[in-house]
């Protein structure tokens, strides 16, 4: 199969058009960054990204089966047997369980009032393990930090150069880093303290894609009447895709499979 040629604002995005054109994940495509793309300022001097993508050629060696001698004939009690044997055997229902994440509301957490002496030590301890972890990276990065006493949040933001090798793909890294900050900030304190981890407004620009890629895939759904299964993703991401779609008319989603590959399936409502 041929290399197609995708553009769109970011790379993301031109994979996610990619994934739908050929109807599959993008672990089963091979893609090539053509350019990355430039946001430019003010709309000004903005490239888009393009990429070449193919599906990957599968080659399954199948040995051919030996032919089957046909018996010439076949006693009549025979049959009524084989009949009887497949008459006895009860067919089998599967259940699948369907859980939908976005309608149950949370519950609202209680955010514990913290002295300026303690959001400093937070901080403290927050930039002495990112700080180590640059450093074994051999990378020269910013940390700024915020902490909303209203959410209980402690919001940092990284600032650099190459800050795609902390993102990395579909913010796998950026998603580690935060989990073992939250782990060091959150260790020895009373309440939870959520600490969100983004660089170059990542998060923004991910929340972006997935309503995108939510909405495609529900005009896809409407035009085909075929149920889509969405890659594997976090529950952060499938609240995204779901919260994006929770008003439509023609569709509905929910998540199966179990962690880390629980996914989202947008169908065809049922009308």
């Not at 490239?47 to 030996?66: D, F, H, M």
């Not at 998060?203 to 896809?220: G, P």
């Not at 962690?259 to 399936?265: D, K, L």
């Amino acid at each position: 199969m041929e290399f197609r040629e995708f553009s769109a604002k970011t790379v993301d995005e031109a994979i996610t058009k990619a994934s739908l054109e050929f109807e599959t994940f993008s672990e089963n495509l091979e893609i090539e960054v053509i350019s990355e793309g430039k946001a430019g300022f003010l709309g000004f001097g903005s490239k888009p990204a393009i990429i070449k993508a193919r599906k990957k050629e599968t080659t399954a060696s199948v040995e051919e089966p030996a032919a089957k001698e046909e018996p010439k004939a076949v006693k009549k009690e025979e049959r009524k047997e084989v009949k009887k044997e497949i008459k006895r055997e009860p067919k089998k229902e599967v259940k699948r369980e369907i859980k939908t994440e976005p309608e149950q509301p949370k519950e609202e957490r209680k955010v514990p009032e913290r002295s300026q002496e303690e959001i400093a030590e937070m901080k403290a301890e927050a930039e002495k393990f990112l700080s180590g972890v640059f450093k074994a990276m051999e990378l020269e990065v910013e940390i700024k930090m915020d902490y909303k006493a209203a959410e209980g949040n402690l919001d940092i933001e990284f600032v650099g150069q190459d800050m795609g090798i902390l993102i990395g793909k579909r913010g796998q890294t950026l998603d580690s880093l935060q989990y073992l900050t939250s782990l060091v900030v959150n260790k020895g304190r009373q309440g939870y303290v959520r600490v969100k981890l983004d660089t170059e407004d990542y998060r923004n620009r991910r929340k972006e894609t997935l309503e995108n890629l939510a909405r495609s895939i529900a005009y896809k759904v409407r035009k085909t009447r075929k149920t889509v299964s969405l890659e594997p993703m976090n529950p952060y991401e499938r609240r995204i895709i779901h919260s994006a779609l929770q008003g439509n008319r023609y569709v509905e989603t929910y998540s199966e499979g179990n962690e880390p590959y629980r996914h989202v399936v947008v169908k065809l409502k049922n009308r």
